[in-house]
Nanobody, 116 residues
């Protein structure tokens, strides 16, 4: 069974940067489309970015040019580099593993708080 553990969240001032990590165990990330989602206060969970085993990726318009998703297959880890953070980026960020067949797996989330 695949297990996802996020890390790297915290408190940062507006304009600052954070890098989130998602360490995956139990299966190779090459078997999944890996993604980062976030849930802002009183909002639904939304896709931030995802990345395919080929390395191609998609990024939400709201974070395009500021956030970058990447994967390290050797470390079985996915990253989200977040730059130029804004208060509206405050959210719980979740790592997601979507297999080509079967059900998604989720991490427990990591809180990112951006102060103005």
């Amino acid at each position: 069974q695949v297990r996802l553990v996020e890390s790297g969240g915290g408190l940062v001032q507006a304009g600052g940067s954070l890098r989130l990590s998602c360490a995956v165990s139990g299966s190779s990330i090459s078997r999944y489309v890996m993604g980062w989602y976030r849930q802002r206060p009183e909002k639904q969970r939304e896709l931030v970015a995802n990345i395919y085993k080929t390395g191609s990726s998609n990024t939400a318009d709201s974070v395009k040019g500021r956030f970058t998703i990447s994967r390290d297959n050797a470390k079985n880890t996915v990253y989200l580099q977040m730059n130029s953070l804004k208060p509206e980026d405050t959210a719980v960020y979740y790592c997601n593993a979507r297999p080509y067949f079967g059900s998604d797996s989720w991490g427990e989330g990591t809180l990112v708080t951006v102060s103005s």
